[in-house]
């Protein structure tokens, strides 16, 4: 387990409802505020009224506060802030806390390829690598960080991008950033999008790198941590489990 960041000024708040796709109203020192939400997933297992929530206040715009974790029944708290996750994946390319990619450096964020836009270009060694984060923020009941909590046609078009690097002789990876602490192991949620598991079975069989990592925050001493740099992934299949 690496400690990867401190977040400074913690506002502790308690969630309300979502009011809608990037709004939560929060109850902070008994009074009703607004957080922005960075995250278009459903994360109904996390805004849930009375849960608490950890916050940073904001210097401009519509609301108050920017909403970047909430408690996990299972301890400490999930990042429900995709950027924030960004930032994280970062510092530990940068750290060199994650050892399958200690030999790669970000060159460019979101790159553009024939209209789509990529999260990452890593330069490691000889070889340029296109990299797709996504986050995965759902537990499901035994215990695996699962992603998508919601049809993302987005999320979709970026495998379908992946593959078409691969085929045209390029180096492509995705990789799902499980923001729920003590991950099992990562799975696609089929129950949601079986396309996009069959997208990723198609990813995998091409030559498209799959990897998952996990981190938490720790509210006790504000920190985020990396506590898996290569979580298992389970895609059903038998010839293609990591």
């Not at 690496?2 to 400074?8: A, P, R």
């Not at 997933?41 to 210097?59: D, F, W």
């Not at 990452?120 to 695996?144: I, N």
């Not at 002789?169 to 729920?180: D, K, M, T, V």
């Amino acid at each position: 387990m690496y400690k990867v960041l401190k977040i400074d000024s913690v506002v502790d708040c308690l969630i309300l409802e979502r009011i809608n796709k990037f709004v939560v109203s929060i109850i902070v020192n008994d009074t009703i505020n607004y957080a922005y939400l960075c995250n278009t997933g459903r994360l109904h297992q996390y805004i849930v009224s009375g849960r608490r929530g950890y916050c940073i206040r904001k210097r401009s715009g519509k609301t108050s506060y920017r909403l970047f974790a909430i408690d996990d029944p299972v301890g400490y708290a999930a990042i429900v802030d995709t950027n924030l996750q960004m930032k994280v994946f970062e510092e530990c390319v940068s750290k060199k806390l994650i050892p399958w990619l200690s030999k790669c450096l970000i060159v460019r964020r979101n790159v553009r390829v024939d209209g789509v836009v990529i999260d990452y270009l890593l330069e490691c060694g000889d070889r340029m690598v296109f990299l797709e984060a996504k986050s995965a923020v759902m537990r499901s009941v035994e215990g695996y960080a699962m992603y998508p909590d919601t049809r993302s046609l987005r999320g979709e078009r970026h495998v379908r991008k992946l593959i078409d690097i691969v085929v045209k002789g390029g180096s492509a990876c995705i990789l799902f950033i499980a923001g729920i602490p003590f991950a099992k192991a990562f799975k696609p949620n089929r129950d949601v999008s079986e396309l996009f598991y069959k997208l990723l079975l198609k990813a995998v069989s091409t030559g498209v790198i799959v990897k998952a990592i996990g981190i938490y925050f720790n509210p006790y001493d504000s920190t985020i941590c990396l506590y898996d740099n290569d979580m298992n992934i389970l895609l059903n299949n038998p010839q293609l489990n990591g």
